[in-house]
Structure formats: C-alpha cells, structure tokens
C-alpha cells in the first residue's frame, strides 16, 4: 500500500512512460520493427523499449555528415550489453563473446564499468543471431539496460576468493530474482510463443507493475578493503561484513548515482548513504523493496529527476528508511563497522584459495581487439581455448584470469608472454587508475571524445608525473563524453565530463576509496588549459603532501578546490 504521507511528484508523465504504458510489457512493435527489410534502424518507441532488451539504437557519428551529404540514412547500429552478474564468464563464453563481435559486431568487445560486455557495430538484421548466439552460451542480455535493475556487480577480489565466491552467488541471486517477468524478450529473439490470455495466463509484473521504473536502478555488492565497484555510487549498495572469515551479512546503502546535466543544478551526482545491516539471506526482500518504493515515488514527469538518489533526496533518508521497514515488516539492524582503503584493481599474478592464481590484465578504456603491434583479443581467445577457470571483468574495466591451476598457470603464462599481454605494471600508476567510457563516434549523446582521446591525454601528463617522481603514486583519473556518468567520473580524483568537441569540465577532489565526490575545478577547458593546470598541481602534490596522502585529499587541504560534503552542494 502507497504511504499517503510520502508522494510522487505531480506533472504529466514523461513521454517513455507513454510507451511502456503502451508497450504490452515491453513488446511494441519490435518483433516487426526488426523484420521490416527497408531501414536498418527502429522507431524511436522501439528504441526506448530496445533498452530493456539490452541495447540501444546508435549511429556512427564518424560518418553521419558524409551520408547527410549523400542522402543516406545515418549507419545505423545496435550496441548490445549482456547481463553478466559479477562479471563472471566462463572460456566457452569468453569464446562466444569473441566469435559473435568478429562474426556480427565490429571486431570488438567493450568490458564496461559495470563487469560486463558490450559489443558494438551490430546491424538491425544480425541482431536476433547475435542474441541467440549469447543465448546458446548460457548468457542473455534481458534488463541489461532499460527502467529496470541492471548488471549486479560484486567484488572480483583474487585475494578472497572464498569469500569471492559467495559475494557472486548472492549477486547471480539478486541479479536471476529482480528481472521483469514478461517473456516479450523470450517471444522476440529466441521464438517462443506467447501463451493465449486466460485468467491463468495473464501476464502481470509483481515488483515492477506494468510501467516498470522510472528511470534506470543499479545494484553492487563490495567487500571491504576494496571499493572497486564504486558502492556509495549505486542505487543500491551492500557492503559485506566479514568475521572470523566469514560472512555473516551486508550493510546496506541507499540513493547513490553519477549522472547529471550541464546547467541545471537540479541534476547532480550523488552517494548512498549506509541505513542499518541485514543478514545475507535478506538482501533480496532488501532490494525488491526498495525497488516498490522507487517505483511508487520516483518522478515519472520528468526523467532527468528520476533517479532514486532524488527519491531519496526528495522524501528524506529517514523517511524512506521507515518506509522501507515498514513494506519489510521488519527493522534493519545496526550498520557494523567497515574499511575501504581502495577502488583499483590489483595487476599481475595473485595467489587465491585452494592453490589457485589470478592474473589481472590491464586493458586501457576496456577494449578488447588486436591493435598494431598488441594482439589482445587473439592472445585472450588462445587463453580461453586452454584455460579451465573462468574470466571476472571487473569495475575498471580490466580482466582477470582467474582460478588457474598451477599446472595451467605455466601454459597461461606462456600465452601472456607470447602475445605481449601486459599487466600495465610498466605504466604509471595514473594510466592503470584510468577508466573512460566509450563516447564517440557511437554513443548518441557524447559531446566530446572519451575512451578514444584519454590515453593520449595521459602520455601528457605522464610527462609532467615523471618529471615530480609520481609515476608509481595511484591517481584515479577518469573522463566521459557526457554528463550521464559511465565512467563514474564524479569520483575521479580528477575527472573530466565532455562540453563540447575538445573541450571538457575539469573535477578534483574526490576520494581514493570511493567515499566523495569530486567539485569542478575549471569549467569548458581543452588539452592546453588542462595539462597548464597539473603543471601547477601536481608538483605541489609531490613536493607538499603528507605521508600517505592520497591526490584527492591534497587538493582539498592545499586549498585547491573545496570538497563536496554531499551530492546536494556539488555545484556549490
């Protein structure tokens, strides 16, 4: 039951809500927006409903102008994402992925920020052999995107292993129990055919309703010391409590999110904030809801305010805390205490449990293809073929070869070496701690380069760390096209969000452990203004800095830039 207390935000409802309201759970028209043989692109509706499927609608942006010119259609291209919780696969998947990028996609494969993969550059008529092919490889791409929860993520940890894998299971859990319940995608792409109505078999969504989400909702599960999924940036973040080697529950964060949108201050990043603890066989009554609540009083008038961190911000942490103990018909317990010290990766081999080792592979900006003189995607396909472990992608977009046996640690090894697979240990710790998203020349609504500019932007300032003995000292860098946050650039240490083309909002502050925001430094600055600027910084943070001192915390003692205490004075 709705709290009458509590309310929605008036307004008429967005024009999406239209579509999902008109959709018959999802459905549209797509089955046959997909067969008509004239375009190789979809309705807009469609393609507001395609992201529930796992993909959106894009164009190469390289070419539009030239085939304006021509008088052609934009070359229109589907980007898929799978659902992968805790970014785990296995070599046969790892195979599949590769086999359907090079056979239907553009040669690629994206780790994203969320441990998952996406391919790109897939054409409207070789999308159902694409998602019948991941299908067939035990994976789906069903709420991969959309007004619905996303990719669980979890810590990939090769130091904890055991506790590893017990994180992942409930992940998988969370993930398999909080998916829409229609069968359009069923009846879609994999030919199943829809049952006749009757009583019985009408189709209902018991979390979701028939409108699903407002806006998109996100879930990941830490385990301290490592915040490398970013937590506190989730809608919804549990945060494992360890004792005596075992767990024996979460802590529970709400309202965390990256987006926002240039100029309006009624947009901003926010972190979640820890409620209370709960056991772990309570974390999807947790979830489902918190779920209900957004679902009931989360603005579906306007679309850029319907994230549940404004929910959240909206009706008050307590409120919405009662709220939820209230639908539980239970209280949570009290938050336990907990430690991150990192959100980064750990490269090169590490030991796990039960005699097994973990490599970790640093893959610049998560693009997996064979590059002049590097061939990734070859040596990670001749790794699959012998490997009897399985891949974890993790939040910074890197991979890990993980659970190899000793006796194929030697063969793997081997592989590593041939093909020149780097663990970027020779690289500054800048470059390791680095993350873009993809941007252009696909993504609709980048505004300036991302993923193909910052590693030529960091040969720059690897310069300047050289020179001020810092090349072994972890920044968080991290830089996306546009405001919606892929990349989670809020908690860079410093960030840059895409203005325009070249041009950029330059961030600093944020934590190193994930636990603040960043505020912008300086606004609408391309690569000059930004390498003048770390030419002044980042000397004062060699010279300056106290022990241990982390970069982000340095620039707010140094009074550098002020720090953001909450979400709501990030424009302050």
Known sequence: MVNQILKAPEGPPSDVERIKEESDYLRGTLKESMLEPLSSGISDDDNRLMKHHGSYLQDDRDLRNERQKQKLEPAYQFMLRVRLPGGVATPEQWMTMDELANKYGNGTMKLTTRMTFQLHGILKWNMKKTIQGINAALMDTIAACGDVNRNVMCNPNPYQSDIHMEVYEWAKKLSNDLLPRTRAYHEIWLDEERVAG???????????????????????????????????????????????????????????????????KNTYPQLGKVIGFCRPEQIYDVAEKIITIQRDYGNRSVRKNARFKYTVDRLGLENVKAELENRLGWSLEEAKPFQFDHNGDRYGWVKGVKGKWNFTLFVEGGRVTDFDGYQLMTGLREIAKVHTGDFRLTANQNL???????????????????????????????????????SLPTCGLAMAEAERYLPSLIDKIDKIVEENGLKNEEITIRMTGCPNGCARHALGEIGFIGKAPGKYNMYLGAAFDGSRLSKMYRENIGEEEILHELQGILPRYAKERLEGEHFGDFVIRAGIIKATTDGTNFHE
């Open 198 to 264: 009757t009583p019985d078999t009408e189709e209902v969504e018991p979390m979701y309703g028939p409108l699903y989400l407002p806006r998109k909702f996100k879930i990941g599960i830490a385990v301290p010391p490592s915040n490398d999924i970013d937590v506190f940036s989730q809608d919804l973040g549990y945060i494992a409590v360890v004792e005596d080697n075992k767990l024996i529950g979460f802590n529970v964060s709400i309202g965390g999110g990256m987006g926002m949108t240039h100029g309006d």
């Open 400 to 438: 890990i070869i993980a659970n190899v046996s000793t006796q194929k640690k030697k063969i793997i090894s081997e592989l590593i070496e041939l093909y020149g697979l780097t663990d970027g240990k020779h690289y500054s710790a800048l470059r390791r701690s680095s993350m873009a998203c993809v």
